[in-house]
């Protein structure tokens, strides 16, 4: 056993120079050799050869080191691991060689490749960390739950032992305590807040503030007597801006010792996801306000129609509350509206086509206005009750349609009055002046045929017959004139009101050359109407003017407008008495008797009639024995419009 | 045939019927005026062949309000039938309506006279009519007529 465990001289040489550490152990685990690099590494005695090797490294016992040596002399095979070494707090990677009378084991240092290794493993398990805290930020819930995820990861990445977060309250730059998780129970309640410095140090300037020994801490006497509570370390980051701080993340270590920027980032990292979902989870409150406050209903879908949120308006609507609706598939909904498929496929046609929808829809015996808009994630729908507005509308449609029933009714009775006026006329026409013309006739004959008989009297009474049925045919053919006025159509021509007058004047002066009356005419009068039914309305002034002027000293007539643009007819005739003006324009109302002043009584019914049709007016002014004036309106002559459909359609009206 | 030139006067008013022949007397217009008083009696008789022996009319004097069928229509057939189409045919009518004076001239009626309700005016106006269609115009050869000889 001895000469085993010397080693030749050539073969010791070659193993103290390799830079691996090497030992030898022989069949009973005493070590044999151990060269200079091993002696190193393990920290060994100079009396180690010869002593049983867990005597010599007793922190080996039960780790790898043994097991794997025990394996390797037993099943006679080479071994190789990686392993701790508690006696040199080094990572040695271990090559073991057996034999029958011994051990081999080479080792070397790979601390330095390890470590690397984990610190590697550790940021990636950080930033996987981080991002998935991130995605549960996004995903828009509690906010509590999230700052407990928060400090579970804080806890586990930082080897802290007390983690604590405080909510910011800027109204009265007050810290509040949210959250501790650490503390011995009871611990928490009995710190002061309003004293929090290191807090108020890294709230104020926006950057972590790091203790690495609490009970020297010059900056932030606050933390002194947290050591008596079993932490001796500290680091606080800000959740939120300098400019608006929103609260702070503080995690406590039982030791003194400076944590590592790494760390420090990690932390800032979440508080900063932390300050996002606060800020989110604070506009989302808002918005939900807002929403809740609306009256209209509301409710959003996502692009997998499935109903994301509703507010309460809505969610009483459907019967219950609004958290009873969230995540249940808008067709649970829409399947009950009875339209036929029309509903939901709105909201897809909104959702495809990426383009605001609005409808209408009957639900339950009332009427609702549905607004759809897209946005990247779904569909936001505002749904108001426009019962009143669509019945009022209906109500309104209902009317018009009888109103429109009417019209068409009254029109064809209108057509009709019209025609029977038509054929009356026309028999009026023929029939009634065929006696007239028997009586003057067989009158005449009687003259002519029995003159002796009849004498004086007779003849006389036989005039006075004739003149009776004549004037009775003047009648006839005044009324069938006046009708004539009612029937005609207008067209609204451009009028030279001055030349029609002049015609008319020299008319009456070619009618009754006898007689000497001054017309006096303004110059340049225009108007719009129908060009013979105007002229009418100045023969028949005119022509009264010139009759009731007969009297007259020195008869005059004048023609033209007033500063108001009406038309006037004025003479300086026998006038008439106002109390009577409103008989004037009457069929057959006359002011004089007929034996004074000859006529028919429907002149002016005529005028007023025609001045009417043009939508005029026509009025009269006078006394007796100081003449009389006569003013109408005609529309103005630029409008070249001619009068609305219903006058035309209907003359008779 | 009789080729007697007279006067066909459709007049279904007795009235009126006096007074125009009295009218004819008064202006010595010597010519038969044979008289039928509705508008059927005027077709049957012009569209006869035989027309109990006598020729087409000279003039027709042609009242429009007719029983059975209407002054209007009479013109009408009378002008769409080759042997009647050329008699020269007047109205003699109350109405001076601008439909019938329309209608009247549409249907190539010669002339349209208003019967005036005075009886002096009336005979002045017959006495026109009269001296016109019976002396002065030129009636149209009796070949184109096809039954004037």
Known sequence: MADDS?????????????????????????????????????????????????????????????????????????????????????????????????????????????????????????????????????????????????????????????????????????FALRYAAGWATGAAMEREFPALEHLRHAVESGEPFVSSDIRIESRARSLAPLAALGVLSCICVPIGSAREPLGAIVAFHPKPRTVSAVDVRFVEALAQTIAEAARTSESNRRIAQVLESIRDAFVAVGRDERITYVNARMAAFWGGEPVDFIGRPLAHFTEKFEDGGYGAARFRESLREDRPLTFEMPFRERWFEVRLYPYSDGVAAYVRDITRRKNEQQRMIALNVELERRVAERTKQLELANKELESFSYSVSHDLRAPLRAIDGFSQALVEDYAEALGDGGRGYLDRVRKAAQRMADLIDALLGLAKVARASIEMRPLD?????????????????????????????????????????????????????????????????????????????????????????????????????????????????????????????????????????????????????QQTVHPAG | MSSKPYILLVEDNPDDVELTRRAFAKNHIANEVVVLTDGAQALEFLFDADRHGRSLPQVILLDLKLPKISGLEVLERIRANDATCLIPTVILTSSKQDEDLL???????????????????????????GLYWLVLNEAPPAAATGGMS
């Open chain 1, 6 to 174: 010397v080693l030749r001289p050539d073969l010791a040489l070659v193993l103290e120079r390799i830079t691996d550490g090497f030992f030898a152990l022989d069949a009973q685990w005493r070590i044999s050799y151990m060269n200079a690099e091993a002696r190193k590494l393990l920290h060994a005695r100079e009396d180690v050869l010869g002593v049983y090797w867990l005597d010599a490294f007793p922190k080996a016992r039960g780790r790898l080191f043994e097991r794997e040596y025990t394996r390797a002399m037993r099943d006679q095979r080479p071994v190789q691991f990686v392993e701790y070494s508690q006696t040199a707090n080094r990572w040695f990677e271990v090559k073991a060689y057996p034999s029958l009378d011994g051990l081999s084991v080479y080792f070397r240092d790979v601390t330095a490749r390890i470590e690397a290794q984990q610190e590697v493993e550790r940021t990636a398990r950080r930033q996987q960390a981080l991002i998935d805290f991130g995605r549960t930020a996004l995903s828009g819930g509690h906010l509590d739950a999230l700052l407990s995820d928060a400090v579970d990861l804080v806890r586990e990445a930082l080897d802290a032992s007390v983690i604590e977060v405080y909510d910011y309250e800027p109204q009265n730059a007050c």
């Open chain 1, 497 to 645: 009101v001055t030349e029609i007058v002049r015609e008319v004047a020299a008319d009456l002066h070619d009618g009754d050359p006898c007689r000497d009356v001054e017309i006096e005419i303004e110059t340049g009068m225009r108007a719009s109407g129908e060009p013979g039914l105007v002229h009418a309305v100045f023969a028949n002034l005119m022509g009264n003017a010139w009759k009731f002027t007969r009297l007259a000293e020195r008869p005059k007539i004048r023609v033209g407008r007033t500063p108001e643009g009406e038309f006037f007819v004025a003479d300086n005739g026998a006038g008439f008495d106002m109390a009577y003006s409103n008989k004037l324009f009457g069929a057959f109302q006359r002011l004089h008797a007929a034996d004074d002043y000859e006529g028919t009584g429907i002149g002016l019914a005529t005028v007023a009639r025609i001045v009417h049709r043009h939508g005029g007016s026509v009025r009269a002014d006078g006394a007796v024995g100081s003449g009389a004036t006569f003013y109408f309106t005609l529309p103005a002559a630029k409008e070249r419009v001619g009068l609305d459909e």
């Open chain 2, 103 to 129: 209608a009247g001239y549409r249907l190539g009626v010669n002339s349209y006279v208003r019967k005036p309700v005075d009886f002096n005016e009336f005979v002045e106006a017959v006495r026109q009519v």
